[in-house]
């Protein structure tokens, strides 16, 4: 018994010094934050330079930020890109559900789809669509080669919004269906086998399997392809669809006040994509649990406090 507490005692203290070989300090890393510093001092200079440029006319930022004429074009705009996003979701997903099949013209049909409409700019597709009725003046929907079912007037279908709403849904979904074919493929194959051999059917198999691993590898794409889409609604005054940016345009043309107004625009913007990305992080966060590192704010504070390494102190 003296024997094997000995031993213990001996193995407790080889332990302790094995420890006391090793400190932890903090890094320095004095180019890290002399980088910083840099960084910040040139962002203040920045700063302080636009707020104390009278040229800018803060006074007159102020005074449109909030207009009634302004706050109606930011509706529009919201409106396009919800309407779009959904849209473009539900087309996308679609599109790439028929990549991923075993019908030969399905998948011809999706990557045509893909090639056309993600290679067309989107104001080129705006402009197309609002002035389709120069080359078709009657929409109809009928049976192939026979009668015709509904027939409609192109101009009175074709509107601004209409127009605005097809050019930004169909060149977004031609890349969501892209991220949706790649987040369904990320899923390894066995785990579909196994859900199979289960007796799931593929629709379950889809929802309950598939889904829930693909969207964390969908969301991060599908949040910045949505935050381009919102951009991308500032194209629309092309067709005057009477969204943020035509309503700025229009005031300013009256004004003479361009900078000003653009600053508004911008402004509203930063809200919104600031808004859109704290919320994309915290999906993202959600959606990694159990995956390793997540992103989040812990990784900032670990940053700031300086990574910890381990240093011999002595080598026995």
């Known amino acids: 018994m ?50 104390t440029n009278p040229r800018l006319s803060w006074d007159i930022v102020a005074d449109y930020f909030f207009d009634p004429q302004i706050l109606d074009g930011l509706l529009v705009t919201l409106g396009l890109t919800m309407v779009s996003q959904v849209l473009a979701t539900v087309i996308g997903l679609t599109v790439a559900l028929m990549a991923l099949s075993h019908n030969p013209v399905l998948v011809a049909v999706a990557r045509l789809y893909v090639a056309v409409f993600r290679t067309v700019p989107t104001m080129v597709q705006m402009l197309f669509w609002y002035y389709l009725a120069a080359v078709v003046p009657v929409l109809s929907i009928g049976i192939p080669f026979g009668p015709d079912l509904v027939t409609l007037d192109t101009n009175s279908v074709m509107t601004q919004f209409a127009a605005a709403l097809l050019g930004l849904a169909l060149g977004e979904a031609a890349f969501l269906a892209e991220y949706f074919r790649g987040g369904i493929i990320s ?65 300013y043309s009256q004004n003479f006040q361009q900078i000003p107004l653009l600053i508004v625009v911008s402004g509203w913007y930063m809200v919104i994509v600031l808004l859109l990305t704290w919320l994309q992080r915290r999906i993202e966060v959600r959606y990694s649990r159990g995956y390793g590192d997540r992103p989040g704010p812990g990784r900032v504070r670990s940053w700031l406090r300086g990574s910890l390494r381990t240093r011999p102190r002595s080598v026995r």
């Open 2 to 51: 003296t024997s094997l507490t000995e031993s213990r005692e001996t193995s407790l203290d080889r332990d302790r010094a094995t420890a006391e070989d090793f400190e932890v300090k903090p890094g320095l890393h004095i180019v890290r934050w002399v980088v910083a510093g840099v960084v910040l001092l040139f962002a203040a200079q920045l700063v302080y330079g636009a707020a």
């Open 187 to 251: 899923v390894p194959r066995g785990q579909i086998d196994a859900a199979a051999a289960c007796g799931l059917k593929p629709a379950c198999t889809f929802r309950r399997i598939v889904l829930p691993q693909a969207l964390r590898v969908i969301l991060p794409a599908y949040g910045n392809a949505m935050i381009i889409n919102i951009k991308n609604t500032s194209l629309v005054f092309v067709i005057g669809a009477g969204d943020l940016m035509t309503r700025a345009q229009l005031i």
